[in-house]
C-alpha cells in the first residue's frame, strides 16, 4: 500500500518494535502519518527503529520506550510515559513482542514453559489492559488492539506446545477483550502469520524450512511488511466493522 495519511494524528504503541514484524509495523505506521511509540527490550534496536521513521506528516514525531512487557509495574509506567510524551493516550496498540523456547514436550523445562506464557500470553494482556485503562480514563474512544499470534495457534507445531498454547492463549483473550471494550469502542483483532522471515525465524533450522515449504500454497516464506499491511488494515478505519476477529496470513498454510 502506498503512504496515505490512515493513521494521522494517532499514537500507536508497537511492542517488539526493535526486529522483525514490529519494526516493519513502526515503518509502515509512521509512513500513514501515524506518532510511534517503539518498545522494546534494548535501546540499541529501539535507535535502529527510530532511525529509519520517517516524521514528514501531520506533526508527526517518535518515542522508544525501553520496557519488559511481562512487567506489570514497567508496563504502567510505559504507558504512563507514552500519554506524556505525546500529550494524549495511545489509541492504537501492536503488540508483536515475542520469545521461542522450543523443545519437545517430553523433555521441556517448566521454567521455558513459564517464561513463554509469561512474554506473550501476559505480556500482551497487560499491555491490552493498561492503554485501555488510560483510555477509559481520559474518555478517548475509538481504538484499536491488534494482538499477534501465530498459525501454531490452531495446528500445534512439533517442540512448541509452550508458544502454541500462549498463542491461542491470546486468540480466546483477544475475542474476550473484544466483547468488553466494544462499548468504550476498542476493536481487538489477532493476526496469525504463517512462516515470515524475521531474526525469529533465522533460529529454524534449514531441513524444517525445506519441509514446510511444500505446504505453503504460495511457495514461499512472507516478509514482515505483509503483517504490517494486515495491521495497518486493522489500525485504520477501513476495518470499522471488524472485532474479535483472528486472520491468518500465511500463504495458504
Ligand atoms: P523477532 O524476534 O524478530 O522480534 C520480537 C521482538 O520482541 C524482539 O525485538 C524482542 O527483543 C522483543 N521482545 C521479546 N520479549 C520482550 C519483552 N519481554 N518485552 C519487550 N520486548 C520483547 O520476532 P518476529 O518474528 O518479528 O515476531 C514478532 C511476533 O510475531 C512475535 O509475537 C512472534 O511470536 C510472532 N510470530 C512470528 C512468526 C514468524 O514467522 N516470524 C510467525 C508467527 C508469529
Redesign the pocket.
Known sequence: MAASNLLAGRVAII??????????TCQLFAKNGASVAV????QS?LDETIASLPSDIDNQSHESFV?????GGAVRDLVAGVADAFRKPATILV??????RDQLMLKMKEEDFDEVI???LK?TFLMCQAVSQAMVKSKVTGGSFIN?????ATMGNIGQAN?SAS?AGVIGMTKTMAQELSRFEIRCNSV??????????DKVPEKVIKMMLPMIPLGT??E?ND?AETCLFLASNKSKYITGASINVTGGL
Request: charged share 15%; hydrophobic share 35%.
Open positions: 511492542t517488539g518494535g526493535g526486529s522483525g514484524i514490529g519494526r516493519a518498545v522494546d527490550r534494548t534496536s520496557a519488559d512487557v511481562s512487567d503488540n508483536s513482542a515475542g520469545i521461542t509469561k512474554v506473550n505480556g499477534i499470534s501465530s498459525v501454531v508458544y498463542k496469525l502469520p504463517g512462516f515470515i522471515t524475521t531474526p525469529m525465524t516464506l512472507g514482515p503483517i
